[in-house]
């Protein structure tokens, strides 16, 4: 089939991938002039375990199998990861009923190597940590978020398919057997067509003609705040407080360089503004102090931010991945993926295994 990806974030370009490897023409179209400038560029660049989310949930389903062919992916095309570990704190003996139930949650999702710990065991680990017990994830790590981006774009491009910078999807519209799109004003027939745009999926989803309003989901945007840290790495894990509404608390990760970075936090937005506000340092601060209280003073600067399509709101459960095919919404060579957010970048591989077997062979 000729296929039409829209996004080329981490998803999308795997997703193409995917398809593309199994016989299809694929194009993506991506609205910016780079790929993976949205979502894909601003997030933690960790590779997660699976241990936070619901047995049987879609988001503990392809987090767990993704991170396996994530790990799998990125040693066989040489994309910069580490295997680094991550400890996930109770600060108070009321926190510690949280991290049992995530050690619950991970061994029902089959995370391997979850162990809980003492405090004198998780400071063995980690000298400068403060807890009073932890749950150690040895298989949770880092990788170069770009430089996977850029080694799924040459198998995609090696698959025989294309990207195409520059390129605005301005309308969807439903064309005997397959869709017309309309391309910076340029109308292109396809045979099918993937959502994968991430922060504008639902406003994508509005502009196909006659989709059902209903259908698409509200989005809810979560700004998060990274902080970056002055001075020699005072942990060789990442450090994870216990979960907090809307998302896993203000904790520490490392780029590959070893440099540390704190975030994100939870702010709850009505617009794409990626500016990080220098005052927060106080909150997080007090926050970090929490786990490490040896965090100098002034020693935080602002980094970046990045915003989460979240399809529930301040109060509510956290909604699951939400993919939608003909099998929901009735119309072939249509699928949709909503509140792609974390986590998203280690799910990537089996989210596009899925979204291929959504559409015809």
Known sequence: MDILVVGAGIVGLAT?????????????????TAIGTGISARNSEVIHGGMYYPAGSLRAHHCVAGAAMLYAF??????????????????????RAAIEAIATRGAANGVPGLALLEASEARALEPNLACVAALHAPGTGIVDSHGLMLALQGDLEDAGGAIALGSRVDGIARSGAGWDVSVNGEVLTFDAV???????????????????????????LAKGSYFGCTGRPAFSRLIYPAPVEGGLGIHLTL????RMRFGPDVEWVDDLDYRVDPARAAIFAQAIRRYWPGLPDDALTPDYAGIRPKLTGPGEAAADFRIEGPNEHGLPGLVHLYGIESPGLTSSLSLAE???DRLPA
Do not use: F, M
Request: proline content about 3%; aromatic content about 2%.
């Open 16 to 32: 193409a991938r995917a398809l593309a490897r199994r016989g299809h023409a694929v194009v993506v179209a991506e609205a910016e």
């Open 74 to 95: 990125c040693e066989s095309h040489g994309v910069a990861h580490r295997r680094c570990g991550k400890l996930i704190v109770a600060t108070t003996e009321a926190e």
């Open 194 to 220: 993937v959502n994968a745009a991430g922060l504008g999926a639902q406003a994508l989803a509005a502009r196909i003609a006659d989709y059902p309003a209903t259908r698409i989901p509200r989005q809810v």
């Open 255 to 258: 780029d590959l360089a070893g």
């Open 354 to 356: 899925t979204v291929a």
